[in-house]
């Protein structure tokens, strides 16, 4: 079973423009990661963040963290063609022992040129 | 250095059959995940090994998927008696797991894509 979901599943838009996906999952967690899937290929890791962070920043990705909520946002900025990919986020469960990330089911992102 | 690579990449196979799959990490990790993943889906996790310990098997479906990482390094994945519900792609990563505690970044191979008539 997926712990995660994200919204929407599939987004559209135009070159320049941001791209927003958010990600709820259900139980406590250590991080949540986000991970993007060009059609095909495997998984690239993109960002990490820890549940004591709120917000963190590479390059054109902004990500956020709202542990009250349990949700994540993802935020691409000034979107190119190439940023078109599936974007999944994938969180480390709390007080498992495990190290398996769970996974949504992902957001399909359409960047039109 | 060499990203984690896994063969075949793709493998058709009748119904019944035996398969194995590979997957060489990247050197130096300790920790290897294999998951699988529907058409659509996220991956689903089926089992992990640090160095040649499998110390998680609990995603694995049935007793027809057995999983090997006999030197820590090189694992090897085999379904047995394959049906068509086992269609899906197998994805391998590892990783250096630097935290007793947290997950690390893992890094994903491309996949082999099992299709099963």
């Known amino acids: 079973s997926q712990q995660g979901e994200e919204d929407p599943q599939a987004l559209s838009i135009q070159e320049g423009e941001n791209a927003t996906m958010n990600c709820s999952y259900k139980?406590?967690?250590?991080?949540l990661q986000w991970y993007r899937q060009n059609s095909g290929r495997g998984l690239v890791h993109l960002i990490l963040?820890?549940?004591?962070?709120r917000e963190k920043h590479s390059g054109r990705l902004r990500v956020t963290l709202d542990t009250s909520k349990k949700s994540s946002s993802l935020l691409i900025t000034a979107s190119r063609a190439a940023d078109t990919a599936s974007y999944f986020c994938?969180?480390?469960?709390?007080?498992?022992?495990?190290?398996?990330?769970?996974f949504g089911s992902g957001t399909r992102l359409q960047v039109q040129p | 250095g060499a990203g984690v690579s896994q063969s075949p990449r793709y493998k058709v196979a009748k119904r019944g059959q035996d398969v194995a799959l590979r997957c060489d990490p990247i050197?130096?990790?300790?920790?290897l995940f294999w998951y699988q993943q529907a058409l659509g889906q996220g991956p689903e996790f089926l089992t992990y090994?640090?160095?040649?310990?499998?110390?998680?098997k609990s995603g694995l479906p049935s007793d027809r998927f057995f999983a090997e990482r006999p030197e820590g390094s090189v694992s090897t994945l085999k379904i047995q008696r394959t049906q068509q519900e086992d269609s899906a792609v197998y994805l391998c990563?590892?990783?250096?797991?630097?935290?007793?505690?947290?997950?690390?970044?893992?890094?994903f191979g491309p996949g082999t894509r099992l299709t099963v008539l």
């Open positions: 963040i820890r549940s004591n962070e």
């Open positions: 990563a590892s990783s250096l797991e630097r935290s007793a505690i947290y997950a690390d970044t893992q890094y």
């Open positions: 090994f640090q160095n040649e310990a499998q110390l998680d």
């Open positions: 139980t406590s967690i250590n991080n």
């Open positions: 994938a969180t480390d469960p709390a007080d498992t022992g495990r190290r398996a990330l769970t």
């Open positions: 050197s130096g990790h300790v920790s």
